[in-house]
């Protein structure tokens, strides 16, 4: 049995696309979700040594202190002092690991991206941009520009990845954006916009001047709800190839059960539940609002 903590969780895709991969490779594990609210994530690890629970998915707003309270941490979520997976081994030890940015890393590669040597520009500097860094990073990108309103917060994602990675503010952001090979919209910009006969201006919220893109880029949204953002639109018509959401999520899902299970699942299962699962979230928001 597997589990996930956060709050709130009754939006999370986890459910769905871990039930789909465990039907599929015919592991007999259920997976379910725990609304836990925010300082009883502690509590909540006590629970996973006592009920058999094997493997342990971890959500906002949990990620920073399960890593003050696991046993032990992998490198990846000793670096980012942030948790988002948690193996249960003999004797109930804990063991945290981070799986975020290495989907981001795995997505990627699984399009048949090169990431070594790619220069990038991530946007935003909360803990999406941090994994993402950390792990673009450790794969080998080239030069990385981290772009932020917050000089502070940006400078503490650069310190990630002191060999690669710069900080600039996000105002001087379109010489960069338009230099680099790889964009990430690492802020929540777009997310929740499901858009139901036709278009409007909040819609329509980008997190960068549209002016900036082109054939050459690389963009990647790590928002999925929706799954086509406006971001993705404009960078598909000035002819950038584009990388939705559902990567990273689903790829940072199949890592989570490879270290539970040790074994890879069916990644295309996963996105395709996924997709299911989204289709249906916006018909009934279509139907509702008729």
């Given at each position: 049995?597997a589990?996930?903590?956060g709050?709130?969780?009754?939006?999370?895709?986890?459910?769905?696309?871990?039930?789909?991969?465990?039907?599929?490779?015919?592991?007999?594990?259920?997976?379910?979700?725990?609304?836990?609210p925010?300082?009883?994530?502690?509590l909540?690890?006590?629970?996973?040594?006592n009920?058999?629970?094997?493997?342990?998915?971890?959500t906002?707003?949990?990620?920073?202190?399960?890593?003050?309270g696991?046993?032990?941490l992998?490198?990846?979520?000793?670096?980012?002092?942030?948790?988002?997976t948690?193996?249960?081994?003999?004797?109930?030890r804990?063991?945290?690991?981070?799986?975020?940015?290495a989907?981001?890393?795995?997505?990627l590669?699984?399009?048949?991206?090169?990431?070594?040597?790619?220069?990038a520009?991530?946007?935003?500097a909360?803990?999406?941009?941090r994994?993402?860094?950390?792990?673009l990073?450790?794969?080998?990108?080239?030069?990385i520009?981290?772009?932020?309103?917050?000089?502070d917060?940006a400078?503490?994602?650069?310190a990630?990845?002191?060999?690669?990675?710069?900080?600039?503010?996000?105002?001087?952001?379109?010489?960069?954006?338009?230099?680099?090979?790889?964009i990430?919209?690492?802020?929540?910009?777009?997310?929740?916009?499901?858009?139901?006969?036709?278009t409007?201006?909040?819609a329509?919220?980008?997190?960068?001047?549209?002016a900036?893109?082109?054939?050459?880029?690389l963009?990647?949204?790590?928002?999925?709800?929706?799954?086509?953002?406006?971001?993705?639109?404009?960078?598909?018509?000035?002819?950038?190839?584009?990388?939705?959401?559902?990567?990273?999520?689903?790829?940072?899902?199949?890592?989570?059960?490879?270290?539970?299970?040790?074994?890879?699942?069916?990644?295309?299962?996963?996105?395709?539940?996924a997709?299911?699962?989204?289709?249906?979230r916006?018909?009934?928001?279509?139907?509702?609002?008729?």
């Open positions: 049995m589990a996930l903590i709050s709130p969780v009754a939006h999370s895709l986890s459910p769905v696309i871990h039930r789909a991969a465990f039907a599929a490779a015919g592991v007999d594990w259920s997976y379910v979700a725990f609304d836990v925010a300082g009883r994530s502690l909540a690890l006590d629970a996973v040594r009920l058999g629970i094997s493997g342990l998915s971890v906002t707003p949990h990620k920073d202190q399960v890593a003050d696991v046993d032990s992998a490198p990846s979520a000793a670096v980012l002092h942030s948790v988002n948690v193996v249960v081994q003999a004797g109930g804990l063991v945290g690991h981070n799986t975020d940015g989907g981001f890393v795995s997505s590669v699984a399009a048949g991206v090169d990431v070594a040597g790619l220069s520009a991530v946007l935003g909360g803990p999406a941009a994994s993402v860094v950390s792990a990073d450790s794969a080998g990108a080239g030069r520009t981290v772009l932020n309103r917050t000089a917060k400078a503490a994602v650069v990630l990845a002191p060999r690669s990675a710069v900080a600039r503010p996000a105002a001087r952001a379109g010489e960069t954006l338009a230099g680099a090979e790889l990430v919209n690492a802020t929540s910009i777009g997310f929740g916009r499901i858009e139901v006969g036709g409007g201006s909040a329509a919220e980008l997190p960068l001047d549209p900036v893109l082109h054939a050459g880029h963009v990647a949204d790590l928002v999925y709800h929706p799954l086509d953002t406006a971001l993705l639109r404009a960078a598909r018509a000035a002819g950038a190839r584009t990388f939705d959401g559902l990567g990273m999520l689903v790829h940072q899902a199949a890592l989570q059960q490879h270290l539970w299970l040790g074994h890879r699942p069916d990644v295309g299962v996963m996105r395709a539940a997709e299911a699962e989204l289709a249906r916006a018909a009934n928001v279509a139907s509702s609002d008729e």
